[in-house]
């Protein structure tokens, strides 16, 4: 039986520990290390490969970093107005203004699982696992993203028919996308698209290359799990049994 590499006796890198925490995500735990806000036993890291077997005096902005809980997913009806982020430079609400009261009491330190703009509502993923929130937003991983969207403008079943195959905007190549016309007439009309890359404001500019206006866009399901009859601005937690599922789908 061979032996053990040098990095898996000694352990992890730090950044990927952090990141199962739940303090961030592995790259926004590399910016921090960068910024020189994580210690171990008082001393600034300066690297993310530092390799440790666990996070026993670790800190962050001066804090002791807790021990890694497992992983838990929330599903948060973000509203319209709202960004996905913790911070804007711009003092506009964010997703944790509204998460504040939204999250059960006693639930971890939560990240995004990818974006939505800040007029996208809908399906928002929240977990405190920074493997699990990677893995579902790789394009690799193939997790589909379905959106419903209100468009105005003239559409017919063969030209969505066509982004199966893909489509080029401006030099950015967007994959395979499913995409049917709900029942109805007239020039405003309801498009259930899927997807499985998630390029920033892919499903509008699409829509907008084929000479549609997007007035409602509201993501309806993200891998396994759908938006259903959750009310706006709520949050429901995933089972723990589809938890587990899911990251065994993923091979985590």
């Known amino acids: 039986m061979p032996s053990p590499t040098p990095e898996k006796a000694a352990g992890e890198r730090i950044a990927k520990l952090l990141a199962r925490a739940g303090v961030a995500s592995r790259r926004e735990v590399e910016r921090m290390i960068a910024e020189g806000r994580v210690a171990i036993g008082g001393k600034v890291l300066d690297t993310p490969a530092t390799i440790i077997p666990n996070l026993a005096g670790v800190t962050v902005d001066g804090k002791p970093v807790e021990r890694a809980e497992p992983a838990r997913v929330f599903a948060f009806h973000k509203p319209s107005g709202l960004i996905t982020a913790e911070k804007d ?10 998460l504040r009261n939204a999250l059960p009491r006693g639930a971890p330190r939560v990240m995004p699982v990818g974006r939505l703009d800040m007029n996208t509502e809908g399906l928002l993923l929240l977990t405190n696992d920074g493997a699990l929130k990677r893995a579902l937003e ?10 419903r ?13 066509d982004l199966i195959e893909g489509i080029e905007i ?17 020039r ?4 259930v698209m899927t997807l499985t890359e998630g390029k920033n404001r892919e499903v ?19 891998g396994p799990f759908n938006l259903g009859d ?12 589809q938890v587990e599922r899911l990251r065994k789908s993923l091979k985590l």
């Open 204 to 222: 509008r500019r699409v829509l907008e290359h084929l000479g549609m206006q997007v007035s409602r866009l509201l993501r309806v399901g993200y």
């Open 138 to 147: 790789l394009p690799s991983s193939n997790v589909p993203r379905t959106y």
């Open 149 to 161: 969207v209100r468009a105005f403008g003239d559409i017919t079943q063969p030209q969505l028919d």
């Open 188 to 191: 405003n009309r309801w498009i």
């Open 170 to 186: 401006d030099g950015v190549r967007y994959g395979k996308i499913e995409a049917d016309l709900e029942r109805g007439s007239g």
């Open 230 to 241: 959750l009310p706006r601005g709520a949050v429901a937690e995933v089972p723990q049994v």
């Open 89 to 98: 430079p711009k003092g506009r609400p964010t997703i944790y203004t509204a």
